[in-house]
């Protein structure tokens, strides 16, 4: 009887193990940033969620503080031509930031932890440029969704225009 016992208290022992290790696989996710600071995991900006989460943020972020405006869309500098494409299919509605324009909905950064991210947005309002941030949830395979808005209500520089030549001669043609 105790050699029963033995085995069965060795499996239950294994099975919560196991299942503890299940269960921090969430809590090991990457973490990721792009443009990535010194320090930071770095990030490539052409894998998914990647694109998607520029996207949606500044979708996001035009939709709440300034729907009736056009969305003038401006990324980091260096951002390949495809996700520039990619964003502005995602957007839908707007155009890429030309160097004539002087204001633009610009994605500063974009953090993805696990199950949450984040999207830092430049926005010009009242003649000035402030910061807000997208944050999102979701997870590996799945959809991100934006869940909040923060609105920093700090004034911030207005970023330069880093639209690639080819970008803007593809949306010369399509208006």
Request: some cysteine.
């Amino acid at each position: 009887m105790r050699k029963h016992t033995l085995i069965f208290a060795s499996g239950l022992a294994t099975f919560g193990i196991a299942l503890a290790m299940l269960l921090a696989v969430p809590g090991c996710a990457s973490t990721m940033t792009y443009p990535e600071y010194p320090g930071a995991p770095k990030a490539d900006p052409s894998l998914q969620p990647m694109p998607d989460l520029m996207g949606d943020a500044l979708k996001f972020a035009h939709q709440n503080i300034a729907p009736s405006t056009e969305i003038i869309f401006n990324l980091p500098p260096t951002t390949p031509v495809q996700v520039w494409r990619l964003v502005g299919k995602r957007i839908g509605t707007g155009r890429p930031m030309t160097a004539s324009d002087t204001a633009a909905w610009t994605v500063r950064q974009v953090r993805l932890s696990g199950g949450k991210a984040e999207v830092d947005v430049v926005y010009p309002t009242q003649g000035i440029m402030q910061l807000a941030t997208v944050h999102f949830t979701g997870s590996t395979g799945q959809t991100f969704y934006p869940t909040i808005l923060q609105l920093w209500l700090v004034p911030t520089d207005a970023p330069a225009c880093t639209t690639p030549q080819i970008v803007l001669d593809e949306s010369k043609l399509k208006h």
